[in-house]
């Protein structure tokens, strides 16, 4: 009987235990979450802003992404990347979202494989040196590009994420993101050229 | 410039990119980063390329927030917060309210261990006390019917006492004793070279030393305790735990 109860006792303590290190741990996680999502959120806008055109839909795109990365926060492996993780989270509402349909059912997301809609480059140095004025120019070519091209520039020049990062936020393998990447800035060029052409005839 | 020359610039310029996102080992690095200091061609490919590049990270910074956006977020991301208090704190409570039960028990089990502990102790002293005087009991009597009458008077209460005669135990002689400044009774047995002691109690004279019918042994003692008609029986002694058994059974019949 007093062995019983001395078992019981300490089932019971460790149950605590257990309970009171669970707890501590899951108000850690509820505690970080607006430390570590508030400093994208910035980016995020801008992001959402270069997916969108509009910024009213952007502003509801990066509600939706808080709402659902706080939401899904608990599915969150602490010590992975944080950044991927909330950028996938803007990037899949952005899909399923009407603008994000519309675009990928006029533009495949998926653009390899097709050289044949970009347009050919003249590969002179001196066409695309860019000044400092130009950023009108380049934000023109951006907002030209299919949203695959877009997405993965901005990842990697703005947000200046890794290629694993890249990878991990856009649910495609490393060698996608060098050859998109590739293919994007070709485009980029393509597209920066073709807006200076008109610009001088147009002068 | 020769064929060969624009192939392997070629194999570079592929390289180019990664080269200048700071994505290729570092063997090849260091080889392209060699190759560039002595091609010019390659080198003003990367220059242009550098440029896109800071072009389209200061492009790409285009959209800057409202601070009211912010503020609702923000305020968003706190809207959730009862329901993560709710969240927080009932764990916490739960946690609390099971400590402070295996607390309570353990506490419980200990105050009563601490009794019957004591009580043992005492009972075991009494035993001993007995044994070690040279007076140990103050009638002698084997005869069960010179025994019992004799605590007439002496203790407020009465008890029958088994018949032995088909049994290994010898009655021995009694005396009273107390515990708990009570009178009781304390019967001596014997059993081949064993003495034990019986010891009868009022239940209500023991008080906060309780006891269960569970056996226990404390001391190197074997101790047999059960209750009956307000009357708490106490069995101890040396002797082996199948002989205090038998000891009580009969004890339990008689009464």
């Not at chain 2, 550098?50 to 927030?65: D, E, I, M, S």
């Not at chain 2, 009022?202 to 074997?222: C, T, V």
């Amino acid at each position: 009987m007093r062995g019983q109860l001395f078992a019981g006792r300490g089932n019971k303590t460790t149950a605590g235990w257990f309970t009171l290190v669970c707890v501590s741990e899951e108000s850690l996680l509820s505690g970080s979450f607006e430390q570590l999502a508030m400093p994208h959120f910035e980016r995020l806008y801008n992001f959402a802003c270069w997916l969108t055109h509009d910024r009213q839909e952007a502003e509801d795109l990066v509600q939706e992404t808080y709402v659902k990365a706080l939401k899904g926060f608990s599915s969150f492996q602490q010590g992975t990347n944080f950044r991927a993780w909330i950028y996938k989270i803007l990037r899949n509402a952005f899909l399923t979202s009407r603008t994000g349909l519309k675009v990928t059912a006029t533009v495949p997301l998926d653009l390899e494989g097709n050289e044949e809609n970009l347009p050919k480059v003249q590969e002179t140095p001196e066409s695309i040196l860019l000044q400092r004025s130009d950023r009108e120019l380049v934000q023109q070519a951006l907002e030209q590009l299919p949203v695959a091209y877009r997405e993965v520039l901005l990842l990697c020049e703005v947000e200046e994420m890794s290629y694993q990062e890249i990878s991990a936020t856009l649910s495609i393998p490393m060698g996608t993101v060098m050859s998109r990447l590739s293919r994007a800035r070709r485009a980029l060029r393509a597209g920066v050229q073709t807006t200076q052409v008109q610009k001088m005839q147009g002068a | 410039m020769s064929q060969g020359l624009i192939m392997v610039c070629e194999t570079w310029t592929d390289k180019l990119d990664a080269y200048l996102d700071g994505e290729l080992p570092a063997g090849e690095e260091r080889a392209l980063g060699e190759h560039l200091r002595g091609c010019a061609a390659c080198a003003a490919e990367s220059l242009s390329r550098v440029q896109l590049k800071r072009a389209v990270h200061t492009a790409g910074q285009r959209f800057t927030p409202d601070p009211t956006f912010r503020a609702r977020i923000q305020k968003n991301i706190a809207a959730k917060q009862p329901a993560r208090w709710g969240r927080f704190w009932f764990p916490i409570l739960a946690t609390a309210m099971v400590l402070l039960i295996a607390g309570a028990i353990t506490l419980r089990v200990n105050s009563v261990r601490r009794g019957e502990q004591q009580l043992v102790s005492e009972l075991a002293d009494l035993h001993v006390a007995t044994l070690a005087s040279s007076n140990p009991v103050d009638v002698v009597s084997t005869d069960r019917h010179t025994v019992k009458p004799w605590f007439a008077g002496k203790i407020p209460f009465t008890f029958n006492l088994p018949e032995l005669k088909d049994s290994p135990f010898v009655l021995m002689g009694a005396k009273v004793s107390y515990l708990n400044q009570t009178p009781g009774a304390e019967l001596i047995f014997s059993v081949r070279q064993h003495r034990i002691s019986v010891f009868i109690f009022q239940e209500r004279a023991l008080g906060s030393l309780r006891a269960d019918d569970a056996a226990r042994s404390g001391l190197s003692f074997n101790v047999r305790s059960w209750s009956h008609d307000g009357l708490q029986y106490f069995v101890i002694g040396d002797a082996s735990a199948q002989d205090l058994d038998k000891l009580s059974e009969l004890l339990k019949a008689a009464a």
